[in-house]
Every structure is written in structure tokens, then in C-alpha cells.
């Protein structure tokens, strides 16, 4: 899978093969960030919903997770 990933990012010009050897860890570090940028994205549009907010955002999730585990 691996080897695709970084074939098809070669083809569009964003990597050279064979990659960096730090490659891998920007490519991860730029998955978190997204990552995390999306979640938090959704936990705040629950937040500004109000009453009827939902809560089925993954945040939400691990947070009632936490909860129902620690408690």
C-alpha cells in the first residue's frame, strides 16, 4: 500500500522516489494535524448547536467512552 501511496504522490510531483528519509514522518505529522483539525471541526459544530446537538461526532465519542470506562 505503501509503495502505491508513494508512486501516485511521485506521478503528482509531491515526492521523489525513493522519498526522503523523513518523508514518512511529515506525511504523518500532516495526516494528525488534518486529523485532528477535522475532528475538533466537528466537536465544535455540536457545541454550537445548542439543544439539539447530536453528539456523535468522534470526539464526543471517546469523551462518553472515557466517561462510562472511569466512571
Do not use: H, W
Request: proline fraction near 4%; avoid cysteine.
Amino acid at each position: 500500500m505503501l509503495e502505491s501511496i508513494l508512486k501516485l504522490a511521485a506521478e503528482k510531483g509531491l515526492t521523489q522516489i525513493p522519498p526522503e528519509a523523513n518523508y514518512l514522518i511529515t506525511l504523518t505529522q500532516e495526516i494528525e494535524s488534518y486529523v485532528d483539525a477535522e475532528i475538533f471541526r466537528q466537536a465544535a459544530e455540536e457545541i454550537r448547536a445548542g439543544k439539539n446537538r447530536t453528539m456523535k461526532s468522534p470526539y464526543a465519542q471517546v469523551i462518553r467512552s472515557y466517561i462510562q470506562e472511569y466512571s
